[in-house]
């Protein structure tokens, strides 16, 4: 089993950059694929990201392609994503996932998620 903190969420202005953080608990964190999805308020929680385990293997939703970078520290056990050139419609709740498939895609179940952390970009 692992446990995920997010951290790194806050309010940012268009065009401005955060950087999200998930810690994994656990000592076979980099057995896991990881993956961030996000949910706005009154909308269904969409994936945004996903990292294979060695971190060799990424992709991401098309509406963040060439915005955000996934990333994997195994040493570290963390997973992050970058997020430049923030906009308005990126405002949403994102969380972090881990599953033991290969990889994590919007369209397989996911094993365990974290508790999230608000992005709110203002116009």
């Known amino acids: 089993q692992v446990q995920l903190v997010e951290s790194g969420g806050g309010l940012v202005q268009a065009g401005g950059s955060l950087r999200l953080s998930c810690s994994a608990s656990?000592?076979?964190?980099?057995?896991?694929?990881m993956g961030w999805f996000r949910q706005a308020p009154g909308k269904e929680r969409e994936f945004v990201a996903a990292?294979?385990?060695?971190?060799?293997?990424?992709y991401y939703a098309n509406s963040v392609k060439g915005r955000f970078t996934i990333s994997r520290d195994n040493a570290k056990n963390t997973v992050s994503l970058q997020m430049n050139s923030l906009k308005p419609e990126d405002t949403a709740v994102y969380y972090c996932?881990?599953?033991?498939?290969?990889?994590?895609?919007?369209?397989?179940?996911?094993?365990?998620w974290g508790q999230g952390t608000q992005v709110t970009v203002s116009s």
């Open positions: 996932a881990a599953d033991r498939r290969p990889i994590i895609s919007g369209s397989t179940p996911v094993a365990y």
């Open positions: 656990g000592r076979t964190f980099s057995s896991y694929a």
């Open positions: 990292i294979n385990w060695s971190g060799g293997i990424t």
